[in-house]
């Protein structure tokens, strides 16, 4: 039997990278997926074939997640899609890279609206419809080691991640009642677009290795396969937890 069978997953921000990885790995063990991102494109067409290639049922959503009525929607049509709504992959999340004093107003919204706002309230519509059913829930987000650990000249960026840990903590406790669990998994540098100009710069990804123990990248893979099991029965008593998914980055101390 596999651990997602009959169950319905919707998973943000996922015609690439990470949240592709998430879709694929969630579809391969039994679930139905709705796929989401701003506009559907031939990678979010590359993502509903394999889906349905693998005999799962799969629907793309366009939505932006950083508008607070668009990411509300979101939940609610992704719920009429194939009548239920088991499993929510807050997985969408931008970056910018600017020194803190050059930030604009325009810049910080754009990151923190997609990377605070969409999750806060796309997880309020996903409470509001389990209340309403009477049914439980369980809820991925994506954070970042950056919930944990510095990252200069991406202030707006580990504002937003160290919000999700506190976001994540506080709702563990206050959906527990309600059998709603909720978890975040915590990627270190995972080979991704989002990763393009790091992944392009050898002096620059020869740096970022220096501080992981693993001396490589992660793969969209390694971050899937964590999802799969928070978001599985295996973790029926885990809640309010942060799993890093990085090679050993965060907690590296190292005496030359
Ligand atoms: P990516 O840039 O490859 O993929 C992000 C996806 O989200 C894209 O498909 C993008 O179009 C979509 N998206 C962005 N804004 C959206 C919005 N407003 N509405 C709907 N969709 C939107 O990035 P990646 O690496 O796959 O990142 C996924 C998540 O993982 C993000 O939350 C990121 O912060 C997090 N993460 C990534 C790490 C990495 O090293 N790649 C490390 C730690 C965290
Ligand atoms: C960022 C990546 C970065 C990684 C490790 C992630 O949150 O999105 O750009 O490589 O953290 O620093």
């Not at 709603?180 to 995972?190: E, F, L, M, T």
Request: negative net charge.
């Amino acid at each position: 039997m596999k651990r997602f069978e009959n169950k319905v997953a919707l998973v943000t921000g996922s015609s690439q990278g990470i949240g592709a990885a998430c879709a694929l790995r969630l579809a391969s063990e039994g679930a139905d997926i709705i796929l989401n991102g701003r506009k559907l494109d031939e990678r979010g067409d590359g993502i509903l074939k394999q889906i349905t290639d693998m005999g799962q049922r799969a629907t793309f959503l366009e939505a932006d997640v950083s508008d607070y009525h668009n990411v509300v929607k979101l939940v609610n049509d992704a719920v009429k899609v194939y009548g239920k709504l088991d499993i929510l992959v807050n997985n969408a999340g931008v970056e910018k890279n600017h020194n803190f004093w050059e930030v604009t107003e325009e810049d910080y919204d754009f990151v923190m609206d997609t990377n605070l706002k969409g999750v806060f309230f796309g997880i309020q519509a996903y409470v509001k419809y389990c209340i309403a059913e009477k049914r439980t829930g369980v809820v991925v987000n994506m954070s970042s080691v950056h919930e944990e650990i510095v990252f200069p000249h991406f202030s707006p960026y580990c504002a937003s991640k160290g919000a999700l840990k506190m976001l994540t903590r506080n709702l563990a406790t206050e959906l527990a009642p309600l059998n709603i669990r909720i978890n975040n998994v915590a990627p270190g540098a995972i080979a991704t677009p989002i990763n393009k100009s790091l992944l392009e710069n050898k002096e620059q990804l020869e740096s970022v290795l220096k501080n992981i123990p693993m001396k490589k990248l992660g793969k969209p893979e390694d971050v899937a396969a964590v999802v799969s099991f928070l978001a599985s029965e295996d973790a029926a008593y885990v809640t309010g937890s942060t799993y890093f998914v990085d090679g050993g980055l965060t907690y590296h101390y190292e005496e030359q």
